[in-house]
């Protein structure tokens, strides 16, 4: 099984990573770890200041950050017992990412999604959204857990023990 698994350096990327090192995947399964740098500079007064050259550096630190981090999340999942590579790539992440997975026939892609709703959605947009609508392969969506869930299976947990210890009594 090929496995595109897309990160962007948040902290959720290595929980997305983390999930699909403890998954139990197909004998021979495949991961190419891909990590798309934007090109699109946003157009703010401070970058009006900026050099393009300036501009162009900054850029190239980012493929190096991305070249790092798909370097060590490769390295994980390879001692965690898969067979993994690493891609950089510049561009739109929605468009590089469906890109990707085309050119290599990938049979799933895995993204994570940060739970943004609303506005914020609206204007930073989705990427988990925009690949599962357009991939041409399964999506796997590891979710970030909310506040609330998080809460909530704390308190189940809690619950569930102290219940045990009074029956055991």
């Known amino acids: ?58 850029r190239d630190q980012l493929v190096r950050v991305a070249d790092e981090l798909t370097t060590r999340f490769a390295n994980w999942l390879c001692s965690s017992g898969l067979e993994a590579e690493k891609l950089v790539r510049t561009g739109d992440p929605k468009s590089v990412i469906i890109d990707a997975a085309q050119e290599w026939g990938a049979d799933l892609i895995v993204v994570g999604s940060h739970g943004r ?18 991939a041409p392969c ?8 909310s506040q609330t869930a998080q809460k909530n299976e704390s308190e189940r947990t809690l619950s569930e023990a102290s219940a045990a210890g009074k029956s055991s009594s």
């Open 1 to 58: 099984m090929k496995i595109l698994l897309a990160i962007d350096g948040s902290e959720h990327s290595a929980r997305t990573v983390d999930a699909i090192g403890s998954h139990p995947w197909p004998s021979g399964s495949k991961v190419r770890v891909l990590s798309v740098v934007d090109q699109v500079v946003t157009a703010t007064p401070e970058v009006a200041i900026f050099s393009a050259q300036t501009i162009e550096a900054e």
């Open 138 to 145: 399964s999506v796997y969506v590891v979710r970030e857990r």
């Open 117 to 134: 709703t609303g506005i914020k959605r609206w204007l930073l947009g989705s990427v988990a959204q925009s690949v599962v609508s357009h």
